[in-house]
Antibody
Framework: EVQLVESGGGLVQPGASLKLSCVASGFTFSDYWMSWVRQTPGKTMEWIGDIKYDGSYTNYAPSLKNRFTISRDNAKSTLYLQMSNVRSEDTATYYC??????????WGQGTLVTVSS | DVVMTQTPVSLSVSLGGQVSISCRSSQSLVHNNGNTYLSWYLQKPGQSPQLLIYKVSNRFSGISDRFSGSGSGTDFTLKISRVEPDDLGVYYC?????????FGAGTKLELK
């Protein structure tokens, strides 16, 4: 069974940094592109970016690429999202997803990030 | 960016009924390789989104044949027949043809 378990969310102050993790199981992690998608409190879904199966290539939403970095450790079956200089508009639930071709086949349960002073 | 417009915003249905949700894109979703990467997701209350349909009309593993997708170019439809209580939630369309990938704002399906 495919499982994606995110962690690392919480309350963070504006301007701070935060690193989210997603541990994958139930499939060969190193075979798949992975993505991060976030959902705002108003339920808007926003694609953040994705990373190639070997970590050699990443794509980002233009509005986020200067502050967010996606990486992976295939030996640990873990996906990461490094967030820097966070803003109130980054408050959202962050989902780790397993991409299949050009769609999001599996989603984690999400981790909530709240940016507030 | 490709803007995805879903209508209606919300929908009331009786159990056993049929509904359709529309999704329109601001640009054609036909990829250079000839495929159309339009997918549908359902987010049940308190849960993560789940994939229902990919490439316009292909049902994902384990998805009931009561769900069907159709359309082409910029105009797409999700139909749900014989609606069951477990179908309630928010439906999103999403495009994977062009970066950045984008989603519609969602259609909430409720019981009448």
């Amino acid at each position: 069974e495919v499982q994606l378990v995110e962690s690392g969310g919480g309350l963070v102050q504006p301007g701070a940094s935060l690193k989210l993790s997603c541990v994958a199981s139930g499939f060969t992690f190193s075979d798949y592109w992975m993505s991060w998608v976030r959902q705002t409190p108003g339920k808007t879904m926003e694609w953040i970016g994705d990373i190639k199966y070997d970590g050699s290539y990443t794509n980002y939403a233009p509005s986020l690429k200067n502050r967010f970095t996606i990486s992976r450790d295939n030996a640990k079956s873990t996906l990461y999202l490094q967030m820097s200089n966070v803003r109130s508009e980054d408050t959202a639930t962050y989902y780790c997803t397993r991409r299949v071709s050009h769609w999001f086949a599996y989603w984690g349960q999400g981790t909530l990030v709240t940016v507030s002073s | 960016d490709v803007v995805m417009t879903q209508t209606p915003v919300s929908l009331s249905v009786s159990l056993g009924g049929q509904v359709s949700i529309s999704c329109r894109s601001s640009q054609s979703l036909v990829h250079n390789n000839g495929n159309t990467y339009l997918s549908w997701y359902l987010q049940k209350p308190g849960q993560s989104p789940q994939l229902l349909i990919y490439k316009v009309s292909n049902r994902f593993s384990g998805i009931s044949d009561r769900f069907s997708g159709s359309g082409s170019g910029t105009d797409f439809t999700l139909k749900i027949s014989r609606v069951e209580p477990d179908d309630l939630g928010v439906y999103y369309c999403g495009q994977g043809t062009q970066y950045p990938y984008t989603f519609g704002a969602g259609t909430k399906l409720e019981l009448k």
